[in-house]
């Protein structure tokens, strides 16, 4: 394979992408750089403000890039994601890859000195469970019917360096995590032996990126200063620093892109080294 056959695997041209939570903090960096190796992208989300919010910045992009709208969807709502479906088929046509970035925790499922485990309410637990499983199978359910019925697709799932080492207080993120990598390896057996060798599910798994999410765990004030916790963490990255957004787009344009054709069933950390970090 010469330079230019290479190069040719990161195009994504005539190509469409479709991303839950792609308002959000990492599915907006994402979108932005699918955009920019030319696919059209669906930026499916629940906040229309932030939905056109990027759809602004990806106007600012320039130069010869693919296109992007956004879709209101709810990944809770089965109905509200076929009507996304049927929206994005009349915009784009067929959908090529799902990217499954809707997710995150809640501040009642987490333990402190104030709330303790054994009183975390039922509903909290619950909003996570769903929001991170339920959320990333509904989705894949919709649009990976389509690639199914086609034999051909690609769903990127996001875990998270929860699911291979839990965190302490964030007990329901951290198992709702574990199942989504235990999901992404099952639709990998299941699409591929019940559908097509060339439908593929992978996921990544971001170590430690400060987001709305856990900006409250990890820093104490707005000038970032850190909690005990985000200390800890700093002191086990080898890397000794946050992951930005941007550190995500390199595995994920390579496991969306020909380039990984024969990668299924795989979670790839992105962690700054804290899985290979025993503290010693």
């Known amino acids: 394979m010469n330079l230019q056959e290479l190069t040719h695997l990161y195009d994504f041209s005539g190509k469409t992408i479709v991303i839950t939570g792609g308002a959000g903090v990492l599915g907006g960096e994402i979108a932005c750089a699918l955009v920019g190796c030319k696919a059209n992208v669906a930026i499916l989300d629940r906040d229309p403000a932030l939905g056109e919010k990027l759809i602004r910045r990806v106007a600012q992009i320039g ?6 709208v956004y879709v209101f969807a709810d990944v809770l709502d089965r109905q509200s994601l076929i009507q996304a479906n049927e929206v994005i088929q009349k915009e784009f046509g067929r959908v090529d890859a799902l990217i499954n970035a809707a997710g995150g ?97 992978n996921a990544i798994a971001p170590g430690f990126f400060l987001t709305d999410q856990n900006r409250f765990l990890l820093t104490q004030n707005e000038q970032g200063e850190l909690t005990e916790r985000g200390k800890a963490i700093i002191a086990h990255t080898p890397m000794a620093r946050f992951g930005a957004p941007e550190d995500l787009l390199g595995t994920v344009l390579w496991l969306l892109s020909p380039a990984s054709a024969f990668v299924t069933g795989i979670i790839v950390p992105i962690d700054g080294g804290f899985s290979a970090f025993s503290g010693v």
């Open 63 to 68: 130069g010869d890039i693919g296109r992007a």
């Open 105 to 201: 925790n809640k501040p009642t499922a987490t333990t402190s000195n104030e709330l303790a485990f054994f009183d975390l309410p039922e509903d909290a637990l619950r909003f996570v469970f769903d929001l991170n499983i339920v959320g990333t199978i509904l989705p894949s359910q919709i649009f990976g019917k389509a690639m199914a019925a086609r034999g051909a697709g690609n769903i990127l799932n996001i875990s998270s360096m929860n699911a291979f080492r839990p965190l302490t207080r964030i007990p329901a993120y951290s198992a709702a995590k574990a199942g989504v990598s235990n999901f992404t390896q099952w639709l990998a057996v299941h699409l591929a032996q019940e559908y097509s060798t060339n439908i593929r599910v």
